[in-house]
Nanobody
Framework: VQLQASGGGLVQAGGSLRLSCTAARKIFSVFSAYDMGWYRQAPGKERELVATITSRGNTDYGDPVKGRFTISRDNSKKSVYLQMNSLKAEDTAVYYC??????????WGQGTQVTVSS
C-alpha cells in the first residue's frame, strides 16, 4: 500500500475524529514536495473534495466542512492528517487521501470509513 489511511470509525453526531494518511517511505522519498488532500465518497454520490494542503502548507476546504475540519501535514513522518470536529450525519462516507507529485502523478489511499450516527 502506497498511502495508508487510518483513524476512521463510528462516532456520534457532534463528536470528533482524526484521520491519518502515511506514505510509503520508499516510494514517496520527497513527500514534502507533494500536494496532499482528503476526499470522501458517500454511497450513491460522487467523490468530493474535503480538504487539500499544498507542499507550501496552503490549505483549502470544501464548503460543507469549512470551520469544522482542519488539514495538516508532518513531512518528517510523511503524513497528512484531517481533524474532524462537530461531525454530522452527512459527513458519513469513505475518506480517501490523495497525493499529487511534483510531476502531477496521482496516488490514492485505500480509504477509511467514517460513520456518524445521529
Amino acid at each position: 500500500v502506497q498511502l495508508q489511511a487510518s483513524g476512521g470509525g463510528l462516532v456520534q453526531a457532534g463528536g470528533s475524529l482524526r484521520l491519518s494518511c502515511t506514505a510509503a517511505r520508499k516510494i514517496f522519498s520527497v513527500f514534502s514536495a507533494y500536494d496532499m488532500g482528503w476526499y470522501r465518497q458517500a454511497p450513491g454520490k460522487e467523490r468530493e473534495l474535503v480538504a487539500t494542503i499544498t507542499s507550501r502548507g496552503n490549505t483549502d476546504y470544501g464548503d460543507p466542512v469549512k470551520g469544522r475540519f482542519t488539514i495538516s501535514r508532518d513531512n518528517s513522518k510523511k503524513s497528512v492528517y484531517l481533524q474532524m470536529n462537530s461531525l454530522k450525519a452527512e459527513d458519513t462516507a469513505v475518506y480517501y487521501c490523495k497525493a499529487t507529485t511534483s510531476n502531477r502523478s496521482i496516488f490514492w489511499g485505500q480509504g477509511t470509513q467514517v460513520t456518524v450516527s445521529s
